[in-house]
C-alpha cells in the first residue's frame, strides 16, 4: 500500500506524489520608466536647439560686423559710424552666456526629471511654457529689425547716422552668415515650441505619476 504525501494510505486512483506548487519568480529588476517620462525629456533636444543661433552668432558676429562696416563704407560713411549709433553685431556680455546658462539649466530639469524629481515636475510644467513665448517674441523681434533699427538711425543726432539705409546694412549682415541660417531658424522654431508644450503634458499624465517620488 503507497502511502500520501500525508503520511496516510492513499486514496484509490489518486496519485500519491502530486507536484508541488510552482514558485513564482521575483522581479529584481528596476521598473522600467513610463514611457511619457521618457518621451518628456524632451530637454536634451531643447538645449542645444536653444543655444544653437546664439551660438552661430558667436561664431560669425565678426564676419557680419565686418559686412556690416563694409556696407557703411560703401554708404560713404565712416565704418566707425556704427559704434556712434551704438550699433554692434559682435556677440558679448550677457548675449554671450544668458543663452548657454539658460540652455544648462534645460538640460539640468531634463536630468531631474529623469531621477524622478516632482518639483522638477512642477517647475516644467510653468517654467516650460516661457520657452515657446520667447522664442516667438525674438522670432518677431527680427522680423520687425529693419524698422527699429531704422528708427534708431532717424533719431540719432549725427548727420551721418542719419543717412544709413538699415534695410542695406541689415541684409549685408545676413548674407555675412552660412546659407543654412534659416533651416536652422526654423528647426530651432519647431523643436522649441513642439518640445516645450509636450515637456509640459506628458510628466502631469497618469502613468508618469508614478515615477516621480518625493525629493
Known amino acids: 500500500m503507497e502511502l500520501g504525501a500525508n503520511g496516510l494510505p492513499a ?14 519568480a521575483v522581479n529584481t529588476l528596476r521598473p522600467a520608466r513610463p514611457a511619457t517620462v521618457t518621451a518628456a525629456v524632451l530637454h536634451f533636444a531643447i538645449a542645444p536647439a536653444f543655444a544653437s543661433i546664439p ?5 560669425y558676429g565678426a564676419d557680419v560686423q ?9 554708404q560713404g560713411q565712416d565704418p566707425g559710424v556704427l559704434a ?17 546658462a539658460i540652455a544648462a539649466l534645460i538640460a539640468l530639469l531634463g536630468g531631474l526629471l529623469l531621477a524622478g524629481k516632482r518639483f ?3 517647475i516644467a510644467f510653468f517654467a516650460l511654457p516661457l520657452l515657446p513665448a520667447g522664442n516667438a517674441l525674438i522670432m518677431a523681434g527680427n522680423a520687425t529689425a529693419t524698422e527699429k533699427v531704422q ?12 543717412s544709413l539705409d538699415a534695410a542695406a546694412l541689415l541684409e549685408a549682415d545676413y548674407a555675412a552668415y ?12 519647431a523643436v522649441v515650441l513642439l518640445g516645450g508644450v509636450l ?7 497618469h502613468p508618469a505619476r508614478a515615477h516621480f517620488k518625493k525629493a
Request: charged share 20%.
Open 11 to 24: 486514496a484509490p486512483g489518486s496519485d500519491p506524489h502530486p507536484p508541488k506548487p510552482k514558485e513564482h
Open 55 to 59: 551660438l552661430v552668432g558667436l561664431l
Open 66 to 74: 565686418a559686412a556690416a562696416e563694409a556696407e557703411a563704407a560703401r
Open 84 to 100: 556712434e549709433a551704438g550699433l554692434s553685431f559682435e556677440e558679448h556680455g550677457v548675449a554671450i552666456w544668458a543663452p548657454f
Open 120 to 122: 522638477a515636475r512642477t
Open 151 to 162: 528708427a534708431l538711425f532717424d533719431a540719432s543726432d549725427s548727420g551721418a547716422v542719419r
Open 178 to 189: 552660412p546659407a543654412w541660417l534659416p533651416v536652422l531658424e526654423g528647426a530651432r522654431f
Open 199 to 205: 515637456d509640459m503634458i506628458l510628466p502631469a499624465l
